[in-house]
């Protein structure tokens, strides 16, 4: 059996050609092709034929096309088997869908991904000569727009817009290996009928005018040029981009560099082909202090080896417990693991409001070199396209933010060499977690060590009862550390026990609680954002408190029942804004508190209104 995707669509059994008429059983064995091997889930399955409405009966039906796929094709239902002159395929149930199991060679845009693949080891190898003609194999392999006569779903659509967009990326890695081999003179008639087909594709115009530069016809480079900057103009209003422009300029002055291996027209990618991984990471903290148990609980799962899934890695902690910070300081310590990409990416804005799954998708395929008109505007086809860029590389995934495990479902790369790093702001479950690490307060020891950090040892040292009492009050909390300590670095004249007083007053220069600085100020306000009004004007009342309160207690602030004040604590607590202390003092043998650096800023807040 051999089924033809990049063309019209054409499936062959014993030698004769064999399509199924109906479109959406074309649609069902498209799919399974395009994912040989793989198991495709019957969610994907139903997304795929019926999108957001599927009918009551899209099970069944789904079944019936399975019953009638493998009548058609002689397909077993079990594993594959072995039989004279090759193994017989097979489509076969899983626990969550089904697998059309083939030989290797049966599936021609799986032969032609295997072809780009050695291509681009042959071109990062420097050998030229075999690249193009394995590029050229690859490109044979194309009969016609790919999935042509299926009636293509959210999933194919972006498969499609994957595999056109390798074809685009290898044919010009192939012109540009054949620019290398100074094959100018060939190059010309092909790109000229390549530009008339698109005449807006700036870099298939830079190429035509190497090619007719290096061939001796500068006149006719420039007329290129001109011809392209009035259809930019004409149809987008927009000028060339720089690297068009740098090539014209080249031209005009006769740069020697043009005859060389210019750079400015190497831009071929497939996927990303030769051009660098992206790497969106922020950049890494100079030192993380007291976090190194958390940093190797968080590297590994990233780091290892046996792997039966895509490791998930959840860091949940309270506002202002450097999440962030030690998310991307794993993310640069496993960039070598991940060498085909570092994305990274917030799920909530500056005021805390949850940013759009799409546009993150957006922002991860550009990063990957997909032209923004390629890039599908559905969320679903995103995603579906984002994971069939990454099933075959090794990316790892940084966001950060997180609100819930419902932000996540169409941002998880699915490769297995893949990862995905999260910091959360609430603690949550989900299957697709492999580990989650919480962040507290630092340790004492780990709390002089950042001190010292900022304003040198010796300063800490020599007032060693001030910085005690400055960690109490910041709670150990890591940003309200790090901003009272800036605030110190300033002032090199002040002793530690002036901040510790003022912060005890309730006011520092700016009339503002010292723990309580901008950053665990907005870091704070991100997360009050999350919650409900009850949940927000409950975390208020709380914060007035001066002692940990019991459940009791925390009912009678709060004007509710005990078992919803318990409720409310929870919710509180999965979210760190609450802590939660053992005591043998009450009943229940605990008691909730809010940490001072939180109480701080709703006090200030409170003393505004």
Request: glycine share 8%; with cysteine; charged share 25%.
């Amino acid at each position: 059996m051999h089924v033809n995707l990049l063309g019209p669509f054409q499936v062959e059994l014993d030698g004769r050609l064999i399509v199924p008429t109906a479109p959406k059983l074309r649609q069902v064995l498209s799919l399974f092709a395009i994912n040989a091997d793989r198991v495709v889930s019957s969610e994907q399955l139903i997304e795929e034929l019926w999108g957001d409405r599927p009918p009551s009966s899209a099970t069944t039906t789904l079944q019936t096309y399975v019953y009638q796929l493998r009548k058609l094709y002689r397909l077993g239902s079990g594993s594959r088997v072995t039989r004279p002159g090759g193994d017989a395929p097979a489509l076969s149930t899983s626990p969550t869908g089904y697998v059309l199991m083939l030989a290797s060679d049966a599936v021609d845009a799986t032969t032609f991904v295997r072809l780009a693949d050695r291509a681009r080891a042959e071109l990062d190898a420097g050998s030229l000569e075999p690249a193009v003609d394995t590029l050229r194999a690859a490109l044979r392999l194309w009969r016609g727009p790919a999935l042509a006569e299926v009636a293509a779903g959210p999933l194919l659509r972006a498969s499609t817009v994957w595999l056109e967009e390798q074809r685009r990326g290898l044919t010009l890695q192939r012109i540009d290996a054949d620019l290398a081999l100074r094959r100018h003179h060939e190059l010309i008639g092909e790109l000229t009928a390549m530009v008339a087909q698109q005449p807006t594709d700036e870099s298939l115009q830079s190429r035509l005018m190497l090619a007719l530069y290096r061939a001796g016809r500068r006149l006719d480079a420039l007329r290129v040029y001109q011809e392209a900057r009035d259809v930019l103009a004409a149809e987008l209003g927009l000028e060339p981009m720089p690297e068009l422009q740098r090539v014209h300029q080249a031209v005009l002055v006769a740069d020697p560099a043009i005859d060389d291996d210019f750079p400015a027209a190497r831009t071929a990618t497939a996927g990303r082909g030769g051009a660098e991984p992206p790497d969106q990471l922020p950049p890494d903290v100079a030192r993380l202090v007291g976090r190194r148990t958390q940093v190797a609980d968080v590297s590994a799962p990233l780091a290892a080896d046996d792997r039966t899934a895509a490791p998930v890695v959840v860091v949940a902690g309270p506002p202002g417990s450097g999440k962030t910070a030690l998310c991307v300081h794993v993310a640069h310590k496993l960039r070598t693991r991940y060498p085909d990409g570092l994305l990274y990416a917030r799920l909530s804005d500056d005021d805390g409001y949850p940013v759009n799954p799409a546009e993150v998708l957006g922002s991860f395929l550009r990063a990957a070199g997909y032209a923004p008109a390629a890039i599908p505007e559905p969320l679903a086809e995103r995603s579906s396209l984002f994971r069939s860029w990454s099933a075959g590389r090794r990316v790892l995934v940084v966001l950060d933010d997180v609100a819930g495990a419902g932000q996540l479902g169409a941002l998880l790369p699915t490769g297995l060499s893949c990862g995905t790093l999260i910091a959360a702001r609430r603690r949550f479950s989900d299957p697709a977690v492999a580990a989650t690490v919480h962040l507290g307060p630092l340790a004492c020891a780990d709390a002089y060590r950042l001190l010292a950090h900022i304003l040198g040892e010796e300063r800490v040292n020599r007032q060693i009862a001030a910085a005690h009492d400055l960690v109490e009050l910041c709670e150990g909390l890591p940003m309200a550390l790090r901003e009272a300590a800036a605030h110190l670095e300033l002032k090199p004249h002040w002793p530690i026990a002036r901040q510790v007083n003022r912060t005890r007053a309730g006011e520092d220069h700016q009339s503002r609680p010292a723990p309580a600085g901008e950053g665990v100020h907005r870091s704070l306000g991100r997360t009050l954002r999350l919650l409900g009004e009850e949940l927000r004007a409950a975390f208020c009342g709380l914060s007035r408190m001066a002692d940990p309160a019991s459940l009791d207690a925390m009912a009678g602030v709060l004007a509710v029942e005990e078992h919803r004040a318990e409720e409310i604590a929870e919710e509180l607590a999965t979210f760190g804004l609450v802590e939660v202390e053992e005591t043998t003092t009450v009943p229940d043998g605990f008691v909730y508190r809010v940490p001072r650096p939180y109480a701080a800023v709703v006090s200030r807040a409170h003393a505004l209104t």
